[in-house]
């Protein structure tokens, strides 16, 4: 995986500077890279500064030129992971304008389980509770950003009273299959088999009772 973006970008993504020259991005993105490793395979609390710096093979001290501590770096490949998730799901969304609520949260459910497959670094983070406020904001402007989505698609295909009712119901609704995804995934890296068809199914049928309640109706 690359962390080319996060590189590039000074205190936005946790540096204390940004690398100007091609060889200091190579030796962050060094760093990121090594540290995702470690929390993959070992968990988060097998992160040190030392672990980080000799599985990237660079000195400490360059480390400490581009982060304040462990936890900088553990927040830069979380905000890192963010990021890419946050771009994909705007991607899907943008192209399932026209979809049916089922079949969008198919796609997305799909999109979650094939993140925390491919991103064994991330899921430790998540399931690890490591995120710091910042970080869970942006955990939280993710999950926003999906029900948001699907709640115009429940107003403007099944005709449903948009408002703060139905805002929640949503929200409510992203939060729980988000739930039931760590529980999956939690003893799993590829997730239990039996909790993710239960996550799913559990998903349809709020969300198809949301429809048929006529109090979301406009």
């Known amino acids: 995986m690359t962390f080319e973006q996060t590189t590039a970008g000074g205190a936005a993504s946790g540096l204390r500077k940004a690398p100007q020259q091609a060889r200091s991005r190579a030796r962050v993105e060094a760093i990121l890279a090594a540290a995702d490793r470690i929390i993959a395979e070992e968990g988060v609390e097998a992160l040190t500064t030392r672990r980080i710096a000799d599985a990237a093979a660079v000195p400490i001290g360059t480390l400490y030129q581009f982060f304040d501590d462990k936890d900088a770096v553990l927040a830069a490949v979380a905000r890192h992971h963010m990021a890419a998730h946050a771009a994909a799901m705007r991607d ?28 064994p670094g991330y899921l430790a983070i998540r399931t690890g509770r490591y995120l710091s406020r910042e970080l869970l904001q942006l955990d939280e402007d993710n999950n926003a950003l999906v029900a948001e989505s699907l709640r115009k698609i429940l107003v403007s295909q099944e005709h449903l009273a948009d408002g703060p009712v139905l805002a929640t119901a949503c929200r409510a609704g992203v939060a729980a299959s988000e739930a039931l995804l760590q529980l999956a995934f939690r003893d799993d890296r590829q997730g239990d088999a039996a909790i ?3 996550a799913r199914r559990i998903q349809y049928l709020y969300l198809a009772d949301v429809v048929a309640d006529p109090k979301y109706r406009a």
């Open 196 to 198: 993710l068809t239960e």
């Open 92 to 119: 899907i969304l943008d192209k399932a304008r026209d979809a049916r609520w089922f079949d969008l949260v198919g796609v997305v459910f799909d999109r979650y389980v094939e993140l925390y497959r491919q991103h």
